[in-house]
């Protein structure tokens, strides 16, 4: 949620420089999917698709790309999945509204269906 220019706030802490971080007003959630066993034995080679979209709202931790272009697991936690709202519940429904949009076998990637609630409880 940082509005301030990232490489500039890089550039004042390298050189040790007073700063100021400007933030975007809201909340963001991330949902992240992992593959069956993890984080213990699990899996790799297992297909997942998704959009442009839904990749530029993603961080990719475990994901490898296939010569035509497909997705595959390589490790045992894929990708967290991020939505963003000016609420922690339009956050939350933006995050997993983006994870519903994911085609992959539920059998061998899950995710955790509690993300976030208890910041819902504390209000």
Same mark, same amino acid.
């Given at each position: 949620?940082?509005?301030?220019?990232?490489?500039?706030?890089?550039?004042?802490?390298?050189?040790?420089?007073?700063?100021?971080? *400007?933030?975007?007003?809201?909340?963001?959630?991330?949902?992240?999917?992992?593959?069956?066993?993890?984080?213990?034995?699990?899996?790799?080679?297992?297909?997942? !698709?998704?959009?442009?979209?839904?990749? *530029?709202?993603?961080?990719? !931790?475990?994901?490898?790309? @296939?010569?035509?272009?497909?997705?595959? !697991?390589?490790?045992?936690?894929?990708?967290?999945?991020?939505?963003?709202?000016?609420?922690?519940?339009?956050?939350?429904? !933006?995050?997993?509204?983006?994870?519903?949009?994911?085609?992959?076998?539920?059998?061998?990637?899950?995710?955790?269906?509690?993300?976030?609630?208890?910041?819902?409880? @504390?209000?």
């Amino acid at each position: 949620m940082i509005d301030s220019d990232f490489a500039c706030i890089l550039e004042k802490v390298q050189q040790k420089e007073q700063l100021k971080i *400007d933030w975007k007003s809201g909340y963001t959630v991330g949902v992240m999917l992992a593959t069956e066993g993890y984080p213990y034995e699990y899996k790799r080679g297992i297909g997942i !698709s998704f959009t442009d979209e839904i990749m *530029d709202r993603s961080f990719i !931790s475990g994901l490898a790309q @296939t010569e035509n272009g497909d997705y595959i !697991s390589s490790g045992g936690r894929i990708m967290l999945v991020t939505g963003t709202g000016l609420t922690i519940e339009e956050a939350l429904k !933006s995050a997993y509204g983006s994870v519903g949009e994911i085609e992959f076998n539920k059998n061998e990637i899950f995710y955790r269906t509690d993300i976030a609630h208890r910041a819902l409880l @504390t209000k």
